[in-house]
């Protein structure tokens, strides 16, 4: 599908209108949520059709559903994709692409700070179908390059990584990617299509977790794939067939949270980086692990491929675990949980998370301080949460 009726238009009246400028159902002005499990079909030709997928329709909802179909053509346009399609979950998605895309006897290039139930599949589950993976250490842009170089069928790249934010490279990385002939696949779930385009700087497929930012209030699963259309359509077909579909009534919520994406963004951008800037002059916090701050390692390559620099920030604290245990319960204005991308500022220490299972010695190879704290910056009044922050911290 091409996307010239977009061109020009801004992400922002994207992020409202795609997929929704025709009326629904009964002149409804919003997208109904459409529940039904089959579709009826009283001229058996037409029928035909649309099960060949000559004809546009809906057949059976585990395939395609009229409310889902809104939800991918809308994600398609923001990430000015060819094709999009959508999953239960953000595992879902990634699983689906490595599964279809993949045959035995090939190689994976990937980095060791991908998203915890990614790194599952890599390490217990592709090789069991002789599929090699190959994870290298995700701040060694030199080491990724050549591994890619070296015979790769699937460049797999995910940035800002969880949980220390370390900034990979797109540009030159996918330049080896192509080189070797790769499939180049991005996880853009931190960055968001507003702060990031990998399809842009010539990535074959993006992957978002829309339980995420994409959704972003907490109270909808899902996953989405975007990019090229001959792989689209590949994932689609296997998706179809395993049934990892999104339900109609949470596409419906990811819809809804899409509409305000480009305002939440841009607050939670600048809301980060006040919070990452006040916690790097505190003298209780040990370091801030935030790509938009100057100081940051990676800063200069995030500056040039993203157009902000995300909600997503860590920090670590003096004094330990011990420090970590007095601080959490502290803060007022923030859920402590295992999760990302909320409206509300989410706060939870990967010690206890998403790296509760590696040992302290794994964590250190990972550069995860046992002290550190990843924070989901939401969009409350900046001068509160700061004030919520310094109040936890003199308490420690
Ligand atoms: C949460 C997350 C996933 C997995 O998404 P689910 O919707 O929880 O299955 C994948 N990648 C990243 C970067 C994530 O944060």
Redesign the pocket.
Known sequence: MTNQKWDGISKSTKAVWAGEEETFFEGAAQVPIINSVSYNHDDVDEWLEVALGKREGHIYSRNTNPTVKVFEEKMRVLEDAEAATSFS????A?SNILFTLLSPGQRVVSVKDT?G??SIVFMEHLPRFDINVTMCETHDQDAIEAETLNGCDLLYL?TPT?PTMKVLDLKRLIAAGKKAGAIIVV?N??ATPINQNPLALGADLVVH????FIGGHSDA???IVCGREDLVNKIYGFREINGATLDANSAYLLLRGLKTLKLRIECQNSNAMALAQFLETHEKVDKVFYPGLKSDPAHDIAKAQMSGFGGMLSFSLKGGFDAVRHFLPQIRFAHRAAH?GGVETIVGPPRTTSHVELTEIQRQELGIPESLIRCSVGIEGIEDIIADFDQALADI
């Not at 979950?89 to 879902?92: I, P």
């Not at 977790?209 to 995420?212: C, D, E, H, I």
């Open positions: 979950t953000g595992m879902a990634i998203y139930g990614t995910e969880n996880d779930t931190f977790s829309a339980t995420k699963l899902g996953g990302l």
